[in-house]
Each structure stands twice: as C-alpha cells, then as structure tokens.
C-alpha cells in the first residue's frame, strides 16, 4: 500500500513507500524515474507562496531610498558641465607641536565639504536630512582633498572612523572628517629666539583641475573657527586667517588651493632664564679679577678658564637643540660675543702678568746699579711716598747687623721726574723714567671699559632685536 504526502510550504508531493501488506506481489514497486510529482498549486493560494530571502539583499533601505545604484559615482557631479562648487570650512581643535629642527608643525582639525549632488537627492515630506557615517562614503562621491607639502596625516578612528555624512533631499551633501596633519613650515632662524614665524596648511584636490573643481572657503574670513583653549608653551598664537590661491603644476594645470595661515611669536622668558642670563652671569664674574692682585696666580687663572668652560658649555646646549642652519642667528650674536668678553678677560691678565714680569726685571737691574745708602736721607731723593709706591718704583736694601741678627732694611725712594729738574747719580734720568711704567693701570681702565662695553653692546642688542 502506498500514501502519497504533501509538503504545502514548498508545493512540492513527496511519494514515499510507508508501509506494504501481504506477499511481495502486492508491494507497491516504486522506481526512481516516478519517485516525485510536482504538485501545482493556484498563483493566488498564500499558503504556497515564495517567502524572499533577505539576508541575499545587499541593498539597505537608505540606498535604495538614494539610488546608490542608479548611477555612476565613480565621476564628479555634472560631469560635462561647469566645475561643481565646493565650499570648505575648518575648526581647528589643537596646535600640537612645532619643531624647529624638523621645521614642521602638527595640528589636530576638523574639516567639513559642501557640494551638490542631484544624483543623492530623495523624496522626503519632513524635508529633514539622513546622517550617516563612513560606510557609505565609499559608495558615492566625494571631493578627493589632500594637504599640500604634509609629511604625514590621517583620520581619526577611535571608536570608529570619524568621518560623517549628512545628505538633504535637494541632494545637498556635508562631509566632515576628524584629521591630524603634520605638515612643513619654513621658518627664518636668524632672529631666535625673539623669532616670529608665520605657518601655513594648504588644501588642495589632487585630481581634479579648476576646470572640474572649484574650491572655495564656505563663510569667507570666517571659514575658520578656533578652540579658545588652543595654547603652546614655547609660542604665543597671534592671528589665524584663510586665504585662497590658485597653484600651477606644468604636467596637469592649475588647481584651486585653499590656506590657513596662523602667526607664532615665541615666548622669550624661558630663554631669558636658560641661555641669556646665565651668559650675562659668567661675563661679569670673569670682571672679578680685575680686582684680585695681580700676584694671586693661583685664583685669576682658574677663574678665566671656568668662564671659558662654561661659556663653550652654554653655545653647545643651545646649538643642540636647533637646526644646523648656514645663517647666523641672533642667540649666536649675544652668546659670541659674551664669549669674547669673557676671553678677553683672561687675555687682559696675561697682559698683566708678562708687563708685571718685564717691570721687575727693570727694577731688579736698577737695584744693582744703586749703592746701597742705608740710613742716608737725600733731600731731593726722599720725599712723600705710600704703598702703591713701593710696588711701583720698586725697593731696594742692604743687610744691617743689629744686636748681632741680620735685618733687611728697605728704602722707598720716590723720584719727581721734571724736565728741569736733573738728578745726580750713578743712572741717567731715563732710567727712572721707566720705573713710572705702572702694571696696575691695565686692571684700572679694564673695570671700566669691560662693563661700559658690555653694557653699550646690550643695548644695541636688544633695541634691534625687540
């Protein structure tokens, strides 16, 4: 016996063999080319009618609702026609960095298109706009931007890309990206640290010309917009502004660019109390000599050459930390020429020294052609005298035994060098003359001249450079 069953949902009647009486001649014998029958059922019947399969489409509604698939986005809006206008405005969120030595700046900003595109406009009663984020980007068209000379850039991704898409019925389209830039900045060193340097970030399409793309600043002067809360440490902001250009390249023509230029004047207290003061404090501590006797050896010499030391320290510090420019910058001047101010001290008690050395010799062979007048007084010979006398005409003395020890007797003798006045004696009048040569003169007029002309330098210096 054989039951034929049904399966309703897919209209299809399965013969099977479900059970069998009697011998095997009574069995029902089934073979494979009758083992199924389609069973045709009414077009209208709603029991055996196909239920789709949603999870095979790869539209979503928004598309359909778009026609994502209608058209072409792999070309610009109005292709064929006038260039599509697209408007640009820019909030720039922080200004993270500027480096000297790499002679780049960094910046954090958000950066919005606007244009028109008929081929996304929608039917739509509330007349309100659909939002939507990156994943649909990559299905339509956008403006193909790019940062003129940046080093590096990209999009935020955390949590997800930030990039956001607003369309409106008309088909007007806003295309916000959250971006980081490092772009290059030439600045001119010769001024640092009392340096301005004017940075710029230029937006380019990097495909299509003016004749395909005309870009431009949404709002005008006030495409740009800033975080109150934008601060350096090194520099102070001055001014943000947007221009607008129009740039050549000979293999592919000209380009619409856009430029946020921003002004950076360099906060100089830091380098007051790193670099200018110190300097300032080594050149007047090597004035410290000047007023140690020319004898102490020991505590000039040391004196010099630490001045020296720490001056050379303080020039390779500074230059460390800047670029190895071919110009000269105004640090250089100030540090140089405390330098050289501080060199000159040393000189200045070599000179000492050597003229001190010259003038003891002198007296010492004007002491052994003098005969020894111990106890005499001459009146045209002794005369009023003090201690800087002693050091400058010298001393001469004989040995006297008294109470049966040896005692140095010293005589000062001052002379008064007059054109009408000859002294008589074993040496001539020039011979006396030369003993006026006074070595402390040369430590007199430096305490004057080394401040003065270091005063008068700083301010040359710092009326050019302020």
């Known amino acids: 016996m054989c039951t034929l069953f049904c399966n309703a949902r897919f209209g299809v009647v399965s013969m099977l063999s479900l059970a069998w009486a009697g011998d095997n001649e009574n069995k029902c014998n089934l073979k494979p080319f009758v083992s199924l029958v389609v069973f045709l059922s009414p077009p209208h019947s709603p029991i055996l009618r196909r239920i789709p399969d949603i999870t095979k489409n ?28 697209v408007g640009v405005d820019v909030q720039v969120e922080s200004l993270d960095t500027i480096s ?24 739509s009663t509330t007349n309100k706009s659909m ?35 607003r369309v409106y019925p008309d088909g007007k389209v806003l295309y ?16 640092f640290p009392l340096d301005t340097q004017t940075c710029s970030l230029e937006i380019e399409s990097y495909a299509y010309t003016d004749d395909d793309l005309m870009l431009y600043w949404k709002k005008g002067n006030n495409s740009l917009s800033t975080d109150e809360n934008i601060s350096l440490s090194q520099f102070l902001i001055q001014e943000f502004q947007t221009t607008s250009k129009l740039a050549f390249y000979s293999s592919t023509g000209w ?20 670099t200018y003061f110190p300097a300032t404090l080594m050149v007047m501590l090597s004035w410290v000599s000047f007023w140690i006797d020319r004898r102490a050896v020991p505590a000039r010499v040391p004196l010099g050459i630490t001045t020296v030391l720490t001056m050379s320290t303080i020039i390779t510090g500074v230059n460390a930390s800047m670029p190895r420019v071919s110009y000269i910058k105004a640090v250089d001047i100030y540090l140089w020429v ?15 020294n050597y003229l001190s050395t010259v003038q003891e010799r002198k007296e010492k062979k004007l002491r052994e052609r003098l005969p020894c007048t ?3 007084t001459h009146p045209g010979m002794m005369g009023s005298y003090s201690e800087e006398d002693v050091n400058n005409t010298g001393n001469y003395g004989c040995m006297l035994e008294e109470n049966g020890a040896m005692k140095q007797q010293r005589m000062m003798v001052h002379l008064d060098i007059e054109e009408n ?8 009048s020039s011979a006396y003359s030369s003993m006026w040569v006074d070595t402390h003169a040369i430590d007199k007029y430096s305490r004057v001249i080394f401040p003065g002309s270091y005063t008068l330098f700083n301010i040359i210096y710092w009326s050019c450079y302020l």
């Open 58 to 85: 790869t539209m979503s509604n928004s598309e359909q609702l778009l026609s994502i698939n209608d058209h072409d986005f792999t070309m610009r809006p109005g292709f064929g026609g006038p260039a599509v206008p």
């Open 100 to 123: 000297e030595v790499d002679m780049d700046f960094t910046m954090t900003l958000y950066i919005r298109h606007y244009w028109k595109d008929e081929r996304l406009s929608f039917h």
């Open 131 to 165: 939002t939507f984020d990156g994943r649909l980007v990559k299905k339509i068209w956008v403006p193909d931007m790019f940062f003129v000379h940046s080093k590096k850039s990209f999009t935020h991704d955390t949590t997800t890309d930030n990039v956001m898409l």
């Open 176 to 191: 916000s990206q959250r971006v980081t830039v490092t772009s290059m900045c030439s600045m001119d060193l010769s001024r």
């Open 255 to 274: 380009y619409n660019r856009l430029y946020i230029t921003f002004t950076l004047r360099r906060h100089i207290f830091f380098f007051l109390l790193q």
């Open 338 to 352: 405390s330098f050289v101010f501080v060199f000159l001290s040393v000189i200045e008690y070599a000179a000492v």
């Open 374 to 376: 111990c106890g005499m």
């Open 421 to 428: 006045n000859q002294i008589t004696g074993h040496v001539g």
